[in-house]
């Protein structure tokens, strides 16, 4: 159980800055993890290049603080096929209210940038009482992935999944919204995201299950409820 402030400009997470390997069975409690610039998470700051799984990692009662790629379990998630399972965050705050623009942040991943062909597979996840905030602008946000954006234009065939998630009680406060969803923000050419048993409820009116889909871009809702 983590409860320590963490303080620095970039690679700040609760639990470790960055890492390669899985991280498991952690909880952060009433913690403020705070990062001048980007790449903060609940857990991780940067979960770096390769395959790994996070599994029952919690983060609780907590603020995400910075500018860019803030995440409450993973801030940016760097390529490999990646896993996060059984993953929870609740009664936590991401952004700054200080800040004039906050980008690519998410309530489980703030953003994942992928190679061609690699997987994203977010499974038993809940996200539930999250406020996501700026001073003035809000950019490539949601409850679950901030953004997916290829490392190179060849990076194709990616598949990002959300299975058996519930988002509650989600917020956005910024008097501008862009690319802003409930389960993903900003999404990216040749990508296909499936969801199946997704639960949300008292989203804000303002906000689409998804911010933004490129016409390259294939959604699947297989199964869910949304309101």
């Given at each position: 159980?983590?409860?320590?402030?963490?303080?620095?400009?970039?690679?700040?997470?609760?639990?470790?800055?960055?890492?390669?390997?899985?991280?498991?069975?952690?909880?952060?409690?009433?913690?403020?993890?705070?990062?001048?610039?980007?790449?903060?998470?609940?857990?991780?700051?940067?979960?770096?290049?390769?395959?790994a799984t996070m599994e029952n990692n919690h983060v609780t009662n907590s603020s995400i603080i910075g500018k860019d790629n803030l995440g409450g379990?993973?801030?940016?998630?760097?390529?490999?096929?990646?896993?996060?399972?059984?993953?929870?965050?609740?009664?936590?705050?991401?952004?700054?209210?200080?800040?004039?623009?906050?980008?690519?942040?998410?309530?489980?991943?703030?953003?994942?940038?992928?190679?061609?062909?690699?997987?994203?597979?977010?499974?038993?996840?809940?996200?539930?009482?999250?406020?996501?905030?700026?001073?003035?602008?809000?950019?490539?946000?949601?409850?679950?992935?901030?953004?997916?954006?290829?490392?190179?234009?060849?990076?194709?065939?990616?598949?990002?999944?959300?299975?058996?998630?519930?988002?509650?009680?989600?917020?956005?406060?910024?008097?501008?919204?862009?690319?802003?969803?409930?389960?993903?923000?900003?999404?990216?050419?040749?990508?296909?995201?499936?969801?199946?048993?997704?639960?949300?409820?008292?989203?804000?009116?303002?906000?689409?299950?998804?911010?933004?889909?490129?016409?390259?871009?294939?959604?699947?809702?297989?199964s869910g409820t949304f309101d």
């Amino acid at each position: 159980r983590q409860r320590q402030m963490c303080i620095r400009d970039r690679y700040v997470g609760g639990i470790a800055g960055t890492g390669y390997s899985t991280i498991t069975g952690c909880t952060v409690d009433n913690v403020q993890v705070s990062a001048s610039y980007w790449k903060c998470g609940g857990v991780l700051g940067q979960w770096n290049e390769d395959s790994a799984t996070m599994e029952n990692n919690h983060v609780t009662n907590s603020s995400i603080i910075g500018k860019d790629n803030l995440g409450g379990i993973v801030g940016f998630a760097n390529y490999g096929n990646k896993k996060l399972i059984n993953c929870t965050v609740t009664n936590t705050v991401i952004g700054d209210s200080a800040q004039s623009t906050v980008e690519q942040s998410g309530g489980l991943i703030g953003s994942y940038s992928p190679s061609k062909t690699n997987t994203m597979s977010i499974q038993d996840c809940t996200v539930q009482n999250l406020s996501i905030v700026a001073k003035d602008s809000i950019n490539e946000a949601a409850a679950v992935v901030g953004g997916v954006y290829w490392r190179s234009t060849a990076a194709t065939d990616v598949n990002v999944t959300v299975e058996n998630t519930e988002i509650a009680d989600m917020k956005v406060e910024a008097e501008n919204l862009t690319d802003v969803g409930v389960i993903f923000g900003k999404t990216q050419k040749a990508s296909n995201y499936q969801m199946t048993e997704v639960t949300v409820s008292n989203s804000p009116e303002a906000v689409d299950i998804v911010g933004s889909v490129n016409e390259e871009t294939k959604v699947n809702v297989a199964s869910g409820t949304f309101d």
